[in-house]
């Protein structure tokens, strides 16, 4: 990401999950104004939609945005150290990173 934060600055728009999950409005507000889109209430319910989709996920455009997942990761954390320690540079050096505990 940093390559693209280099050749394409403030042309990338990071969605972080947590804080999607958390404050849905917000977020979503934030990704169409980087995008020059105007908010729709729609972009909410997006779920509540009619139209046909022909894909594999179609389930998935049929149901709200999921939230089990969120802290789900900690279940393996005892197991995940050595990685954490390894990213600390990494989450450094983003700004915008989620909290990180090491």
Known sequence: MAHFDRV????????HY???IAEPETEIRRLLGHLGLPFEENCLRF???????????NEQVRTPIFNDGVEQW??????LGPLKQ???????????APPFES
């Open 47 to 57: 779920y509540d939609n009619d139209r046909a989709f022909d894909s594999a996920g």
């Open 18 to 20: 947590e804080r999607l």
């Open 86 to 96: 390894a990213l600390v540079p990494v989450l450094e050096s983003y700004a915008d």
């Open 8 to 15: 394409l600055p403030e042309k990338v728009y990071r969605v």
């Open 74 to 79: 900690r279940n393996y954390e005892p197991w």
